[in-house]
């Protein structure tokens, strides 16, 4: 089950109980830790279903769930979306085409990704192994500046394989590229276009023209 076993599920004849401050209540009778859950207005939750006897806690579940959720999700929200990429080297390679696998290499490292180096051995080059592992020394320390082996070269059948991954670093502004780009998503999703002002309403009122001639004419008659 993914969720731990609350109240009545609680199938067992006692249990080591734990305070809601995690003071340490002892070992109790199942009915008895019930009790003083009902008591208190709380939840009693297992914690540790495998010792014996499994340890109880007293809590809100409810809120110990909900705060159990936002942490994953913001741990979700900040994990690195690292991708392993992967490129072929050969043992016999010319400077021209190191010089250009080298550069994928730093590309991806610079990317924030992974990558898998692996040295392909053909006839009698299985016999040289030494010579693999020469190559791929010289790689990383090559790209030193941008990353650091994280699995030291190792023979796998007729290939030898290594990982490099970026320095931290270029691991986290990756994330936190990620994460603003999620704001910035989630915040045009959210906001609302401002209506524009009616201009009719908003045009200021012109008064009147005061027609001068008539006030002349009721002056004469009079």
């Known amino acids: 089950m993914s969720e731990p076993r609350i109240n009545d599920r609680i199938r067992v004849p006692e249990v080591r109980l734990v305070g809601p401050n995690g003071e340490q209540v002892g070992i109790v009778r199942v009915e008895d830790a019930l009790r003083l859950a009902d008591e208190a207005g709380l939840d009693l939750v297992e914690v540790a279903p495998t010792a014996r006897p499994p340890v109880c806690k007293l809590m809100d579940f409810g809120k110990f769930k909900y705060e159990s959720d936002m942490k994953a999700r913001e741990a979700r929200k900040n994990q690195t979306n690292t991708i392993l990429k992967e490129i072929r080297f050969r043992l016999k390679i010319d400077p021209h085409d190191y010089a250009t696998k080298k550069g994928h290499v730093e590309r991806f490292l610079k990317a924030g990704d992974k990558v898998k180096v692996m040295i392909m051995f053909r ?4 016999s040289r192994p030494e010579m693999g592992f020469r190559l791929l020394q010289r790689l990383a320390e090559d790209v030193t500046d941008l990353g650091s082996v994280e699995s030291s070269p190792r023979q ?7 990982v490099i991954g970026p320095h931290k670093k270029k691991a986290e502004a990756k994330a936190e590229e990620r994460r603003r780009k999620d704001a910035e998503a989630e915040a045009a999703g959210t906001s609302a276009p401002v209506p ?11 008064a009147a023209p005061v027609d001068s001639t008539t006030d002349e004419t009721a002056a004469t008659a009079s």
């Open 123 to 126: 006839g009698r080059e299985q």
């Open 196 to 206: 524009a002002q009616d201009e009719a309403a908003a045009a200021p009122t012109e």
């Open 156 to 162: 796998d059948g007729r290939n030898m394989v290594m």
